[in-house]
């Protein structure tokens, strides 16, 4: 059991990771010895702190969730990019198709700019944004706004402010595994309409209402797609994961399937959406899906290091400086307290990355504004040295940085904005 693990145990219930150290689950074994000399070399005239991408990794990445996508197209989750040039890029690429999006706001702006097909993964009280949506044509051709209660579709027609565009919809079908009949569940709590029945009432709903247009359904099985399988240091806890997560497949297929065929029934549909990362080859085989959800396995982050589903580079690193050396096997650097959401917990925190071997001081963590970090590689550390880390989680991490340094090879081929770096923060 690795330090500061608390002991094992075999829960079901989401999350099901407390992740005790980083391992690896892909065929790509970095040299970090010549990873951390690439990237110096790379950005050896910039100062830390900075983030950046190498974009051989981020572009195998994205080659290696379309091999498992089977040739079902991916739709990019934006929340795990949040940077308009690697979106561009990505759909540049055979095998992308589309976004999907976290707020409205962030919807309409990436329409605005030329995304021609981005879907609202959440609902949204956003009253200006929906009278800007239905009163351009543009706009309203472009995004679909996801809907799982009447309700909010009372609160578009309230906002319409004299807008006629059609705004297209999307269902929200509830994917979490139920068990011991219903007393015990597993997963997001996401939508309310957990069966097709429910499904076909919101959209007979939407069918009968005069500005609206029902054209998708979506299914996130955050718990199959978005929960570590294989834990370093946690073998029960990861055998009774897939346990899990092989039972709510099985369940969510059938259950899936007959959703779709009962929407079906009463709209022609132009997608069905499914999946993450972490299942895109299991989604993707089910036949009612017609597209899958990806986006924080192009970055690779920390977290899902620990998935049998998926084994992508580390794609996404920010480098700090270091500005002190307290002691023998101490080194101090500015910044790094840069946390993921979620539960908190030591797996929602930044990884110290290269130079290898570095680790937090327990009694401190990752910091506000400075960060000690131990062990042996800290004493060949000089001050204005930089150590590199990878965030817990994808797009959260340019929150932190206005811009994302493109790393080719031992160059900086380009420096390009993150939405924080064009004046968008939209959560």
């Given at each position: ?101 976290f707020t409205l706001a962030e919807s309409l702006w990436l329409a605005r700019s030329g995304f021609d097909d981005v879907l609202l993964a959440y609902p949204s009280a956003d009253r200006a944004g929906f ?160 597209e899958v959800a990806a986006g924080s396995g192009l970055y690779q982050p920390r977290l899902f290091d620990n998935y049998t589903g998926f084994d ?116």
């Open positions: 059991m690795a330090d500061g693990a608390p002991p094992e145990r075999l829960i079901l219930s989401v999350p099901l990771y407390r992740l005790p150290a980083t391992r690896w689950q892909s065929s790509f074994m970095p040299d970090y010895a010549a990873l951390r000399a690439r990237y110096d070399r790379a950005t050896t005239s910039l100062d830390a702190p900075f983030a950046a991408v190498d974009t051989e990794a981020f572009d195998a990445n994205a080659a290696g969730l379309v091999r498992r996508a089977a040739g079902k197209p991916v739709r990019v989750a934006t929340k795990s990019v949040r940077c308009r040039a690697l979106l561009e890029r990505v759909l540049a690429l055979p095998g992308f198709a589309g976004v999907m999006s009278a800007e949506l239905a009163g351009d044509p543009k706009l309203a051709a472009a995004v679909t706004v996801m809907v799982d209660d009447p309700a909010q579709l009372d609160l578009v027609d309230a906002a319409r402010d004299g807008g006629r565009e059609e705004v297209r919809v999307c269902l929200e079908l509830d994917t979490s595994l139920r068990l011991l009949g219903g007393r015990v569940r597993v997963g997001a709590r996401r939508s309310p309409l957990s069966g097709p029945a429910a499904l076909a009432a919101v959209a007979r709903e939407v069918e009968r209402r005069p500005g609206f247009r029902l054209v998708g359904l979506m299914a996130y099985e955050g718990h199959v797609a978005g929960v570590g399988d294989d834990v370093a240091g946690r073998p029960l806890t990861s055998r009774g994961v897939r346990l899990m997560q092989a039972v709510a497949r099985r369940q969510l297929a059938e259950r899936r399937a007959a959703a779709v065929a009962a929407v079906r029934r009463l709209a022609d549909l132009e997608f069905v959406n499914g999946g993450g990362t972490g299942s895109v080859q299991h989604t993707a085989a089910e036949e009612a899906v017609t992508g580079r580390p794609a996404a690193v920010f480098a700090l400086p270091v500005v002190r050396r307290p002691g023998v096997g101490v080194v101090t650097v500015l910044g790094g307290g840069y946390p993921a959401s979620g539960p908190a917990g030591p797996d929602r925190s930044p990884v110290p990355y290269l130079p290898a071997g570095l680790r937090y001081d327990r009694q401190e963590g990752a910091g506000e504004v400075q960060t000690p970090l131990l062990g042996g590689p800290a004493d060949d550390l000089l001050v204005g040295d930089r150590v590199w880390f990878r965030h817990a989680k994808a797009g959260e991490l340019c929150e932190r940085f206005d811009a994302l340094h493109l790393i080719e090879g031992e160059r900086v081929a380009e420096t390009v904005p993150t939405y924080r770096g064009e004046g968008r923060t939209f959560l």
